[in-house]
């Protein structure tokens, strides 16, 4: 199958490149390098070194000998993007290529507004891409588990069927969501579920949890092919950057009281999920969406594990309770999600053991000296 | 009270400006004159001739005494905005300032980018234009009865209240819009409920119906002061383009079947609206959410009424059905929408009578040498 990686050089996206190439596909790689210029902007960097774009499809050719294509160009540049759909021919196309982190997008009304333009006026190209050169395309979209926010009902795949004053209507699951960022993602799932309803394409919208661990058999074949590391209070994802913290022997940073409960998902099944979304698209017309994590935890129940597992590795790990940036609930709040979908194509979850967590704290202990203490917190306040 | 009204130069926001003038409050236009770039893109214009934004506003204060106070510039120029800001120190920003035709943002990917960086970016530079410079100042947002779509369940005013396996949530009313405009309007209403959860701001968005009639007591103080009256098939909307079509003997143009429902409203009750709005600010903190509209007719109704009303008049009015451009439910849908609140606030409605169709007619009679039939039926379709 012939599929488009937007974003495959970041944190998922590098990762999934690879899994679906081993897996046969015809994988290419569109990027518009930004990640890796916010490093610079933010002056922060991965925990584990990682090889330029050029040089890692080269060490995955020389290993493997599968060729990866690679297109360098903005979603928001559509003589670029056209270009590639016609060049490519894609039968999937796989979207990270957004700005993925809410304190980023809550810096200021510059980031604000630059994290809303390049993501929804990007896939608004994308889906335009799609409706005038690849109509059979599949939009395989990221959205997040956190465009839903943590409302007091059951949180359903994408849709929710309201009964009210003795009628029924079935509406995409209504969103609160908790970001400029987050918000973004809302509003490309509402444009792209029009998209759907009047030109018939097809589309997948993937709300994925947050991911932690870092490597996946495929980025271990070479140290070429490492996958990047987030720590910082900015793209640090909860579990990884705990973990983080932990090998430098920093206290965990529970924002608030830490009873804020969210979906996670190890990478090693996002890559499958990303698989099994590509390899059995949805109808024409039709928008499905399905909730891509496997548990829920709390902040607390996280930072105890890490603090468990440090502690078992000779390292004395405190957990320090910090104001919160952020505006969201952080008391123990309902938070009941569903998500079946992925388990009936096939998935087969990694649960979240220690194990996992000792892995990813021996690999931030072997890159100890990558970590800046001075980018633990900062994070922007979301007032 | 000191007034910004963005967007003051256009059909709604000029005779806004005019009453809240009139009603002694300090108004302020904003406008980037870009509806009439468009008439020149479109070659299109209003049937009834209008002066300059500087002809108008010198006629105001020759004919009334007033002063209207006039800042050209973009909302999307945050340079300008802030200085705006901060010379005025608005105490209600009236946000007439988007793009507002539905078929204009369909013409093709440019307009749908233009019209949802235009309308969202825009407005989340007047979110932090408020937050930063005047964080009192009430947001007085004009969204659209269009949001919603038609749901086949009761359309509340912006909330509903769920109940769902045992638990109940109130979410902002979940949207169904079916243009890339609308769906630019629930785009800002999900950012400006953001907003006023997080920093505090008050905001009221005013979902509109359909406004119809052109002139108000305001406009016709003077020829200087006359209100644009759109006839094509762009920025016409259905009643206002009915009675142009029977000036000129054109047939009717309905699309599809005519079934489709709206609500709609009387220009002279939307400036009693913004009024309204503006005079009784919420809670800081609080979006409130108000349907401005009085009565809901199918375009069949809307075509009935101008052809009784014409041929009695002396015409002979035609009714043709057209292929619809747009993709929507064209048989009798189900259409029930709660508009309590202005009313509850002092609104006292013009319910649509023979007289007024009568009195538009006459005004485009009267001006009918400036109707160009080509314009008639130029809308893009939906596909």
Redesign the interface.
Known sequence: MRIIVAGGDGFCGWPTALYLSELGHDVTIVDNLVRRKIDVELMSGSVTPIATLDERVAAWREVTGRTIGVRIGDLND?EFLSGVFRDVKPEAFVHFAEQRSAPYSMID?EH??YT??NN??GT??VL?AIKEYAPDCHLVKLGTMGEYGT????IEEGY?T????G???T??????????YH?SK??DT??I??AC???GIRATDLNQGVVYNVRTPQTELDPRLANRFDYDGIFGTALDRFVAQAAVGHPLTVYGRGGQTRGYINILDTVRCLQLACENPPEPGKLRVMNQFTQWFSVNQLAQTVKRVGDGMGLDVTIEHLDNPR?EREDDH?FHAVNTSLISLGLEPHMLDDQTVASILELAIANRDRINQSLICNSPT??
Chains 1, 2 share one sequence.
Not at 172 to 179: A, E, F, R
């Open positions: 559509y009304r604000a507004v809303q333009s929804v006026l608004l190209n335009y409302p007091n009902i059951d929710l309201v009964e009210h004053k009628r029924q209507e509406f995409l699951y209504p969103k609160t969501p908790g970001s400029f918000l809302v509003h509402n444009n579920y029009f309803r009047m030109w505006i309902y979301w007032k």
